[in-house]
């Protein structure tokens, strides 16, 4: 499969990382993808963000920067209407305990809160509902607030988490993602397939067969986005309630597959997606059409590089 070819050959399997060779904050900089954590946008539609080894590198009007803020390494980054979520690792020097365990950030990175679990838990799955600030992860082992490894989410920023059940999920999580309105829906991805539930977690229907690399809710709460690799790299939009789904075209990826998929909250028909050989593509018409952002981990700029990507 995908992932153990992926694995052996680079060692991405326990996650993606983002190390980024950059200038000063808010300067045009060169930027150099080495792997990716995450990927998504300010509530204004206006800034990309890519999580990294050394703090957040933001995509913004067609040039690549390092957005201010401290240069954590954070993993398991996710974005809701008014925050950013994330898990990791502190900066050195900085004097935090490490891991973070949960952790928030109100003013687009520049600062973060401690939401507990810090020295205990490195969540690299962490999804958050766009409107509701659910937050769902997987830990892999029990910690403080956590009895058992497992599906867990909080409603109320860690004060308290609840154990979902997971019953119907097959294979080992790859992905997640939660419902932008509603903090009962929630999907898995798996080496074995995209699973959906409605309760919270506790049980799980097999929306879609194969390995799954990536899952997203379209803000619209009606389409699941997921990504695979079956012989080939491919992205399905799928309607979660009525089960048809779409194939999306995507541009040449060459042993390479989607690891993430982000939609402007302002902007609903642009779209990006980050691979596992760090590339990167916008899209302005739903999927139709791709222009590169990063190829091979070099930044792109839009205004001087290719305007489009067609499969």
């Known amino acids: 499969m995908f992932l153990e070819r992926l694995s052996s050959a680079t060692g991405l399997l326990g996650g993606l990382v983002a190390l980024l060779v950059l200038g000063s904050a808010g300067a045009a900089a060169d930027v150099t993808l080495t792997h990716v954590?995450?990927?998504?946008?300010?509530?204004?539609?206006?800034?990309?963000?890519?999580?990294?080894?050394?703090?957040?590198?933001?995509?913004?009007?067609?040039?690549?920067?390092?957005?201010?803020?401290?240069?954590?390494?954070?993993?398991?980054?996710?974005?809701?209407r008014?925050?950013?979520?994330?898990?990791?690792?502190?900066?050195?020097?900085?004097?935090?305990?490490n891991p973070f365990g949960l952790i928030r950030s109100d003013d687009g990175g520049r600062t973060w809160k401690k939401l507990g679990l810090e020295g205990e838990s490195d969540f690299h799955l962490l999804a958050t509902g766009f409107?509701?600030?659910?937050?769902?992860?997987?830990?892999?082992?029990?910690?403080?607030?956590?009895?058992?490894?497992?599906?867990?989410?909080t409603l109320n920023d860690g004060l308290m988490w609840k154990k979902a059940t997971g019953r119907g999920i097959e294979g080992e999580?790859?992905?997640?993602?939660?419902?932008p309105e509603d903090p009962k829906v929630v999907a898995v991805g798996t080496r074995d397939g995209l699973f959906l539930s409605?309760?919270?977690?506790?049980?799980?229907?097999?929306l879609a067969a194969g390995q799954t690399l990536a899952a997203f809710f379209d803000l619209d709460g009606t389409h699941l986005w997921s990504a695979g690799h079956e012989g080939k790299p491919t992205l399905h939009r799928i309607d979660w309630k009525g089960g048809s789904a779409r194939e999306v075209a995507l541009?040449?990826?060459?042993?390479?597959?989607?690891?993430?998929?982000?939609?402007?909250?302002?902007?609903r028909d642009e779209y990006a997606i980050a691979t596992f050989k760090r590339s990167a593509f916008l899209s302005r018409d739903g999927g139709k059409t791709w222009a590169p952002i990063a190829r091979q981990g070099q930044g792109v700029d839009r205004r001087e590089g290719p305007q489009a990507s067609k499969p």
């Open 131 to 153: 409107a509701t600030d659910a937050v769902y992860v997987f830990n892999h082992a029990p910690n403080s607030r956590m009895q058992s490894a497992g599906l867990h989410y």
């Open 82 to 97: 008014a925050r950013f979520y994330s898990s990791g690792h502190p900066a050195p020097g900085s004097g935090l305990v």
């Open 173 to 179: 999580p790859t992905s997640l993602a939660v419902h």
């Open 251 to 267: 541009p040449p990826l060459t042993e390479d597959a989607v690891a993430y998929v982000a939609q402007n909250p302002a902007r």
């Open 198 to 206: 409605t309760d919270a977690g506790d049980t799980f229907r097999r």
């Open 37 to 80: 954590h995450g990927l998504a946008w300010s509530a204004d539609g206006a800034r990309l963000f890519i999580p990294s080894h050394h703090g957040l590198a933001v995509y913004e009007n067609g040039k690549w920067s390092k957005a201010p803020g401290p240069a954590h390494d954070y993993m398991g980054f996710s974005a809701t």
